[in-house]
């Protein structure tokens, strides 16, 4: 596994989305110890966040995923909703990526920030398994970037999709470790 050329993505942590995870589920602990060792090895930190325009114009009738939310979301403060939980704030230098759909890349300038920094190699983490993670992983693999996904730092609202994502399917494309293993790297 290289680490040259390497940042984390620390995507979909916002307060609004963890806190719809049974508490002990949230993999906070494990992405603020990913961050650490990104930092401590100079690597880029990434924040991803899903977040829309006021009243959600950019969510078509024809997208079942968001579509389902608009109606709920849509007197939503944007702003507050998409605000990174606390436990794992950027700092100033790091970097927020704003998307507009489940993938990292999709209505997004996330590759353009990773050309920047000559990015060759991603590390994921983030909620939920079976959203950003899933549709990143296989995005970032067809754009030939090496890939890393820290298992205990990733969480979905199923953790029998987790497990199986995170045991059979990721391992197609990525390697699939612990945020101990990779900070022994």
């Given at each position: 596994?290289?680490?040259?050329?390497?940042?984390?993505?620390?995507?979909?942590?916002?307060?609004?989305?963890?806190?719809?995870?049974?508490?002990?589920?949230?993999?906070?602990?494990?992405?603020?110890k990913a961050?650490?060792?990104?930092?401590?090895?100079?690597?880029?930190?990434?924040?991803?966040?899903?977040?829309?325009?006021?009243?959600?114009?950019?969510?078509?009738?024809?997208?079942?995923?968001?579509?389902?939310?608009?109606?709920?979301?849509?007197?939503?403060?944007?702003?507050?909703?998409?605000?990174?939980?606390?436990?794992?704030?950027?700092?100033?230098?790091?970097?927020?990526?704003?998307?507009?759909?489940?993938?990292?890349?999709?209505?997004?300038?996330?590759?353009?920030?990773?050309?920047?920094?000559?990015?060759?190699?991603?590390?994921?983490?983030?909620?939920?398994?079976?959203?950003?993670?899933?549709?990143?992983?296989?995005?970032?693999?067809?754009?030939?970037?090496?890939?890393?996904?820290?298992?205990?730092?990733?969480?979905?609202?199923?953790?029998?999709?987790?497990?199986?994502?995170?045991?059979?399917?990721?391992?197609?494309?990525a390697d699939?470790?612990?945020?101990?293993?990779?900070?022994?790297?």
């Amino acid at each position: 596994m290289e680490n040259k050329n390497t940042a984390l993505l620390v995507m979909d942590m916002q307060a609004s989305i963890v806190s719809m995870l049974p508490v002990n589920a949230a993999p906070t602990s494990n992405v603020i110890k990913a961050i650490a060792h990104a930092r401590n090895n100079g690597f880029p930190v990434i924040y991803i966040v899903v977040g829309f325009r006021q009243g959600l114009p950019e969510v078509s009738s024809n997208n079942k995923g968001f579509s389902a939310s608009k109606e709920r979301l849509a007197n939503t403060d944007m702003n507050e909703w998409m605000k990174i939980d606390v436990a794992v704030a950027p700092q100033a230098n790091d970097i927020i990526v704003t998307k507009r759909r489940v993938s990292a890349f999709t209505g997004s300038d996330l590759e353009v920030v990773l050309r920047a920094f000559d990015v060759k190699h991603l590390v994921l983490t983030g909620v939920a398994t079976s959203g950003v993670v899933l549709s990143t992983v296989r995005e970032a693999a067809d754009k030939d970037y090496a890939l890393t996904v820290l298992s205990d730092a990733c969480a979905d609202g199923d953790e029998e999709v987790h497990r199986v994502l995170t045991t059979k399917v990721f391992t197609r494309q990525a390697d699939v470790i612990t945020t101990d293993e990779w900070s022994k790297l």
